[in-house]
T-cell receptor, first 114, second 114 residues
Framework: AQSVSQHNHHVILSEAASLELGCNYSYGGTVNLFWYVQYPGQHLQLLLKYFSGDPLVKGIKGFEAEFIKSKFSFNLRKPSVQWSDTAEYFCAVNMDTGRRALTFGSGTRLQVQP | SAVISQKPSRDICQRGTSLTIQCQVDSQVTMMFWYRQQPGQSLTLIATANQGSEATYESGFVIDKFPISRPNLTFSTLTVSNMSPEDSSIYLC???????????FGQGTRLTVV
């Protein structure tokens, strides 16, 4: 079955530490890839997306992600996290590019300590 | 972008009753979806709301339990029928706009069934 895996369920970092959150998907066809963030009490917001082209994509708030097709991965990175990055992060994959519905990973709760 | 208004934001309901959730978008959109986020879990697609026709349900979700309407391009409703405590979740409306092929999310409806 098509699925999306996020390996880190809960990550605790100190401010200024570097962040990498893993995301893998199982689907051999064309995909569109997304990272969403959900700050406490707020709705899901798009951090970044990959449709085609340069596999290294930059998003808002200093986040970036790299699509490695051979590894079916789309890991999220940030060189230096801030306390305000405390949130839940979801990797999502569109495996039916005509319909554009999303399959979500289980989410990673990031806690940044000041 | 698209601004989504979802009502109610939360509700506590008695088992055996039904709740209808409304989703209003400020612009015409191509796709509307309903997702469920059970406590401590990720988002799962319930169905695609099709304008003027029956919704397309994912495996494990049926029309009798989750009837959906979409009378026009900017409005949809999801009804959770004959509720049980297992239906306690956050229900989210999501849209994909005509020009920007990314999904936007409402703030969700937090449903508690007692």
């Amino acid at each position: 079955a098509q699925s999306v895996s996020q390996h880190n369920h809960h990550v605790i970092l100190s401010e200024a530490a570097s962040l990498e959150l893993g995301c893998n998907y199982s689907y051999g066809g064309t995909v569109n890839l997304f990272w969403y963030v959900q700050y406490p009490g707020q709705h899901l917001q798009l951090l970044l997306k990959y449709f085609s082209g340069d596999p290294l994509v930059k998003g808002i708030k200093g986040f970036e992600a790299e699509f490695i097709k051979s590894k079916f991965s789309f890991n999220l990175r940030k060189p230096s996290v801030q306390w305000s990055d405390t949130a839940e992060y979801f990797c999502a994959v569109n495996m039916d590019t005509g319909r554009r519905a999303l399959t979500f990973g289980s989410g990673t709760r990031l806690q940044v300590q000041p | 972008s698209a601004v989504i208004s979802q009502k109610p934001s939360r509700d506590i309901c008695q088992r055996g009753t039904s709740l209808t959730i409304q989703c209003q978008v400020d612009s015409q959109v191509t796709m509307m979806f309903w997702y469920r986020q059970q406590p401590g879990q990720s988002l799962t697609l319930i169905a695609t709301a099709n304008q003027g026709s029956e919704a397309t349900y994912e495996s494990g979700f049926v029309i009798d339990k989750f009837p959906i309407s979409r009378p026009n391009l900017t409005f949809s409703t999801l009804t959770v029928s004959n509720m049980s405590p297992e239906d306690s979740s956050i229900y989210l409306c999501s849209v994909v706009t005509r020009h920007v092929h990314e999904a936007f999310f409402g703030q969700g409806t937090r449903l508690t069934v007692v």
